[in-house]
Nanobody, 128 residues
């Protein structure tokens, strides 16, 4: 069973950048597909980005494409989300998620129910 701990959240001005990290432990990190989701106050949790276990395949939500980049360092058991040109509508609690997967890539996993393990989340607030 893998444990996930997010960090890097905080207050940032619109147009600014932030990098989130998700440290994984308790499992073989390179065996998991990983993702970032976010949940704004009063809204459903939504998909942000996903990355295959090797890091060679990624997918991003249209709302963040071109601004956010997901990456991973399997040697450090860490997932990242680089967020640039932040907007007030990016304000949310950001969660990392993991699911054990085979090495065969079947496409980006964008649904909440596809992920087994979740972190506690980190708050990102973008001021206008």
């Amino acid at each position: 069973q893998v444990q996930l701990v997010e960090s890097g959240g905080g207050l940032v001005q619109a147009g600014g950048s932030r990098r989130l990290s998700c440290a994984a432990s308790g499992g073989t990190f390179s065996s998991y597909a990983m993702a970032w989701f976010r949940q704004a106050s009063g809204k459903e949790r939504e998909f942000v980005a996903t990355i295959h276990r090797s890091g060679g395949k990624t997918g991003h939500a249209d709302s963040v494409k071109g601004r956010f980049t997901i990456s991973r360092d399997n040697a450090k058991n860490t997932l990242y989300l680089q967020m640039n040109n932040l907007k007030p509508e990016d304000t949310a609690v950001y969660y990392c998620a993991a699911v054990l997967t085979s090495g065969y890539y079947t496409g980006p996993k964008t649904l909440r129910d596809e992920y087994t393990y979740w972190g506690q989340g980190t708050q990102v607030t973008v001021s206008s």
